[in-house]
């Protein structure tokens, strides 16, 4: 198994990274997992500058994450992550985060490769060699219980919300990991401090553009809640919080 491919980078965090607690926010999480996609994927001939001449892009769809303990503030973290054979249209990802030999998290990701032009989705044929010399591996380090979140059917506005351009990647659309934060605020300081995130789960359905105006909605579960982000009735977003 040490033979089969893996991209290993180690962080330093800064204090921005942690919240009020001092512990790592999910939406740090997500932009480390976005961070060691990106670097897996240059390495791989399929990151950003290989793809961008051709107009086409990689657009996440779902992310699952698991915490095994909160990570605090002056740990440093190694992220380990490598791509998954393709099936059909989705190219799922999987990470570990390491604070020494300790797993601490556990990620997993689905992407769509997209034509930028339109949003069209391809085949992993469209990237050419680096998919067919690509090193994929089969190894999952955590499964979701289903890649889809059951909707919000009796939930409770919680605040409104302007995508403005600092939310925004070179996608023109707010980022990925953005949206955890946005889904975080919808609990108070309190409900946090008293209750641990064991798992959370986001559904990238729509893209936010600069300018949207986001509802945010929540419905309690019996070990969590659901959430979602809506534009003009319609939902974008979906947020799953399991708590310890």
Request: with cysteine; net charge negative; hydrophobic share 35%.
């Amino acid at each position: 198994r040490s033979s089969e491919y893996c991209n290993t980078t180690s962080y330093c965090l800064p204090y921005s990274y942690f919240d009020f607690k001092d512990e790592l926010k999910p939406s740090s999480l997500l932009d480390l997992a976005q961070e060691a996609a990106t670097a897996s994927a240059d390495e791989l001939g399929f990151g950003y500058a290989d793809l961008k001449p051709e107009g086409y892009g990689f657009i996440i769809v779902n992310s699952y994450c698991e915490f095994r303990r909160p990570v605090m503030l002056g740990e440093r973290i190694t992220m380990q992550t490598w791509p998954l054979p393709p099936r059909r249209v989705f190219f799922e990802r999987h990470y570990r985060a390491l604070v020494g030999d300790e797993e601490v998290a556990a990620v997993a990701s689905r992407w769509c490769l997209v034509d930028l032009q339109n949003f069209s989705l391809l085949l992993p044929e469209a990237m050419g060699e680096a998919h067919t010399r690509c090193p994929y591996r089969t190894e999952k380090v955590v499964q979701p219980p289903a890649w889809k979140i059951p909707h919000v059917k009796d939930g409770k506005e919680i605040y409104r919300m302007r995508v403005g351009v600092s939310h925004c990647d070179h996608y023109l659309h707010a980022n990925n990991a953005k949206y955890a934060d946005f889904f975080f605020d919808c609990f108070t300081m309190d409900e946090l401090r008293a209750r641990k995130i064991r798992a959370f789960q986001i559904t990238y359905g729509k893209q936010a553009k600069p300018g949207c105006e986001l509802v945010l909605v929540r419905e309690d579960t019996e070990d969590g809640a659901v959430c979602e982000v809506r534009c003009d009735g319609e939902t974008l977003t979906q947020l799953r919080v399991w708590f310890a």
